[in-house]
C-alpha cells in the first residue's frame, strides 16, 4: 500500500508515452518502444521490469507484450483507462499532498494548494480541461459497463445530461432510442469535446450541446440526467444544482442520478475508496441512500427508487415535486 504512489507513477509513465497503444498490434521490444517514444531504453527496461510481475506486461525472448490488464492502458482500449490515469496524475497526485492538512481541518486542501477550487482551477486551462473530459469519459465507460443493459428509461422526449462532459452517458442511452433527443449542458470549455463525439457517433442530428452554469440555469427537458455530478459537491451547492433543475422543469419531470451509493458496513466496495479522492480534492463526498432521500426531498423531489446495476453505481430516480 505504502508503494502506491510509486506504482501509480509508473502507470502513467506507461499512458503518457502510449507504451500500451503502441503493443496493440503485437509483441515490440524495449529497444523498438524506446526509440518510438524517444524514451531512454534502460529506464525503461527498469519500469516494464517493475510492472511486469504486477500483471500489466509479459516479456518474452526480449518482447514485450500488454496482459488483458495493461491493455486498458492503451488509448484505443474499450474500456480504457489512459485519460483518467494521465487526469489523476496531472492534476490530483500533487495537490494530494495535502491530506493530512483537509483531516485535521475539515477544510479542502487543495484548494490551498492550487490557490482556488480544483474545478476552477481545470477551466483555467483548455489542455486540462480536455484531459478532464476525456478522463471522465473513460471512468464512466468502464464503471458503467452493462448498467444500462436492460434498464428502461422513463417516458419522455427529451433527455437533458447536466453536466455532462463529452456526452458519453448520453449518447449509450440515445443510440438505439431513436424517437428520443438528448442536450448535453457544460461549462463552454467542455461543449467543444461533446460536439466532436457527437457527431463521431452519428448523432447530431438528435443531441445538441448547450454551454452553461449547472449553478445558475440549464435547459428545459422531460428527463434530467446527473451522471457523477452530486458527489463533487456539498450539500449546499447539489442543493443549488437541483434547485436549477426544478427551476426548468416542469411538475413530474423525472431525474436520473449516476452514482455509487455507499452501502453500510465494512464490507469493500469502490464508491468507498473513490470516497477518498473526494476528501482529499473536493468538498464533496459518497453518500449512503438514506443522505440521498433527505438531499432530494429538501430540494422538492421525491426520490422513487434506487436501482442497483452490475456496475458498481446505481441509478437513483426521482420526481420533480409540484
Request: charged share 25%; proline share 6%; hydrophobic share 40%.
Amino acid at each position: 500500500m505504502m508503494a502506491g504512489f510509486q506504482v501509480s507513477q509508473a502507470l502513467y509513465v506507461i499512458a503518457k508515452l502510449d507504451i500500451a497503444t503502441l503493443l496493440d498490434d503485437g509483441p515490440l521490444s524495449v529497444q523498438e518502444l524506446a526509440e518510438r517514444t524517444g524514451a531512454h531504453q534502460p529506464a525503461l527496461r527498469r519500469l516494464i521490469r517493475t510492472l511486469a510481475p504486477l500483471g500489466i506486461f509479459t516479456t518474452r525472448d526480449g518482447d514485450v507484450s500488454t496482459t488483458p490488464l495493461g491493455a486498458v492502458l492503451s488509448r484505443n482500449h474499450p474500456e480504457s483507462v489512459h485519460g483518467l490515469i494521465r487526469f489523476w496524475m496531472e492534476t490530483h497526485y500533487l495537490p494530494f499532498s495535502t491530506l493530512l492538512y483537509t483531516v485535521r481541518t475539515g477544510e479542502v486542501g487543495t484548494t490551498r494548494y492550487l490557490g482556488k477550487p480544483f474545478f476552477e482551477w481545470i477551466a483555467d486551462d483548455p489542455d486540462r480541461a480536455e484531459v478532464m473530459s476525456r478522463a471522465m469519459a473513460d471512468v464512466t465507460a468502464g464503471l458503467r459497463t452493462g448498467m444500462f443493459d436492460d434498464y428502461e428509461l422513463p417516458t419522455g422526449d427529451v433527455i437533458a445530461d447536466i453536466g455532462g462532459g463529452d456526452g458519453s452517458i448520453l449518447r449509450t442511452l440515445l443510440k438505439d432510442r431513436p424517437e428520443r433527443r438528448g442536450i448535453v449542458f457544460d461549462l463552454p470549455a467542455v461543449t467543444p469535446a461533446a460536439d466532436a463525439s457527437i457527431a463521431r457517433d452519428g448523432l447530431a442530428d438528435r443531441i445538441e450541446t448547450v454551454a452553461g452554469d449547472f449553478l445558475e440555469k440549464v435547459p428545459t427537458a422531460d428527463i434530467y440526467l446527473l451522471g457523477f455530478i452530486l458527489h463533487d459537491w456539498d450539500d449546499d451547492t447539489c442543493g443549488r444544482i437541483l434547485q436549477s433543475i426544478r427551476a426548468a422543469a416542469q411538475p413530474g419531470a423525472r431525474l436520473l442520478i449516476i452514482e455509487g451509493v455507499v452501502p453500510p458496513g465494512d464490507e469493500p466496495h469502490l464508491i468507498k475508496l473513490i470516497d477518498l479522492t473526494m476528501l482529499g480534492l473536493l468538498p464533496g463526498r459518497e453518500r449512503e441512500a438514506d443522505e440521498y432521500r433527505d438531499l432530494l426531498a429538501t430540494n422538492g423531489f421525491t426520490l422513487d427508487r434506487i436501482v442497483g446495476t452490475v456496475s458498481p453505481l446505481s441509478i437513483i430516480e426521482a420526481t420533480v415535486g409540484h
